[in-house]
């Protein structure tokens, strides 16, 4: 018998991506000080969990749920009554370990509700978890003793003695402890992908049949990867309770749970850090647009049309395209025709933007006068210019970015084709 000594070296470019995402965690309300700034932050947090939870179901193991906000809004509801608990002092339980709470509620409610929704798969089985989402939905409105009824449990977060002069009164303090759950939790499902566990869900997605038939059970793997799902909707819950200090029916709603599958496709499922693209994205479009215009739903659903038109793959997967092009030295002869795409586009957006605005304000705000701001003009929305100049603008983007696109498509398809020989020629 002999031993053997073997040495793995350390993968340094991981180390560099976990200690750059640290670094940005650590200094971005630094960059971006102001308290509305450090609000949405701490909101972009909350669901970059929520989207890597709920990515672990349809990215990693393709099981499409309709029903994932059960999961972290259950979290939030049992989070915050062990705040109203704690600050009554019936139990002992610090601010920073409220997210486990909702982890572990989530986490539990995934073992009772997992083993009934994964026992199918595909559209039967988004179809049973939109029933979920739906049931209890009803149940926090018929239990009001425990979910507040309509107005939903408050709470105040700041309770228990100072720790080093940390109360989490100040939402600078509320961030960083978003921050660090975040950071652990994103380790956490990372570490996730690489277990036997995370592979065989990956190869259920493929190819369910093939899985079965080398003696895995599917069902097990998906209800296992669904509890632990649960697990870190549940953190995100209790952290979004912190944040908040109210817990509503909204929280376990099925526009809740689009709202995630939505922010998680645009940011892409195929990529690990897809769902955090989509949560900067996402709570941009529906937090801050909101505050400019009334059209914001109207704006996130375009974009999430033009999304899976053009980028099915989400914003990871373009990125992702694009570093791979500059990867081989090719990205020059792509880089004009991309320009020029980008610039019709955004021609095309104006004049869009312009239409809109002036239509929602000529049909819902002309009673206080038919002329508004925009682009930081006056612009009357009666008058037959500023529909022609929108109009005008609309139509030389929409000729010029499909022009400009043919022109992309052919070298973009060049450039691929000398790629992919390439690495034919290199794997020969």
Not at 13 to 41: D, E, T
Not at 51 to 57: E, F, H, Q, R
Not at 151 to 176: A, C, D, H, M, W
Not at 409 to 425: C, M, Y
């Amino acid at each position: 018998m002999t031993n053997s000594m073997t040495y793995k070296p350390m993968n340094l470019g991981r180390w560099i991506v976990w200690g750059l995402f640290a670094l940005v965690l650590i200094f971005a309300p630094m960059l971006f000080s102001s308290g509305s700034s450090i609000s949405l932050l701490s909101q972009i947090g909350t669901v970059m969990i929520f989207g890597l939870s709920y990515n672990m179901l349809l990215g990693q193991g393709g099981m499409l749920s309709f029903g994932h906000a059960v999961y972290s809004g259950l979290g939030a509801f049992f989070a915050i009554h062990a705040m109203n608990l704690a600050t009554a002092g019936k139990i002992w339980m610090p601010v920073t370990m409220i997210p486990l709470v909702g982890g572990f509620a989530g986490m539990f409610f995934g073992i009772l509700f997992g083993y009934v929704t994964t026992k199918k798969s595909g559209t039967t089985f988004a179809m049973i978890t939109l029933g979920i989402v739906e049931l209890v939905f009803a149940c926090s409105l018929m239990f009001p003793e425990f979910f507040g009824g309509e107005g939903g449990i408050s709470t105040n977060r700041v309770y228990g003695e100072k720790f080093l002069g940390i109360t989490f009164g100040p939402q600078i303090q509320v961030y960083y402890l978003i921050a660090f759950w975040l950071f652990i939790s994103t380790i956490g499902m990372f570490a996730f992908t690489q277990t036997p566990l995370g592979r065989i869900i990956n190869a259920v997605r493929d190819n369910p049949e093939r899985v079965e038939f080398i003696g895995y059970d599917t069902q097990w793997a998906r209800y296992l990867t669904l509890i632990l799902s649960g697990f870190f909707a549940g953190i995100s819950g209790g952290l979004s309770a912190i944040n908040f200090e109210i817990v509503t029916a909204e929280n376990v709603s099925a526009i809740r749970s689009g709202g995630v599958l939505l922010f998680t496709f645009i940011g892409g499922v195929g990529f690990f850090f897809g769902p955090m693209i989509g949560a900067i994205v996402g709570v941009f479009l529906s937090v801050m647009l909101s505050d400019f215009t009334k059209a914001w739903q109207l704006y996130l659903g375009v974009f999430f049309i033009v999304m899976v038109m053009y980028a099915p793959g989400g914003i990871a997967s373009l990125i992702m395209l694009n570093l791979r092009v500059a990867k081989y030295g090719r990205f020059g002869r792509v880089w004009p025709h991309l320009w020029a795409v980008s610039a019709m586009a955004l021609v095309c957006l104006f004049g869009l933007v312009m239409v809109i605005e002036m239509l929602y304000h000529l049909t819902l705000e002309s009673a206080n006068g038919t002329e508004m701001k925009l682009f930081g003009f006056m612009v009357d929305t009666a008058a037959p210019s500023g529909w022609f100049f929108a109009g005008t603008l609309l139509a030389i983007g929409i000729y010029g970015f499909w022009h400009a696109r043919k022109s992309f498509k052919h070298a973009w398809g060049e450039v691929n084709t000398e790629i992919e020989d390439l690495i034919r020629r290199a794997e020969a």
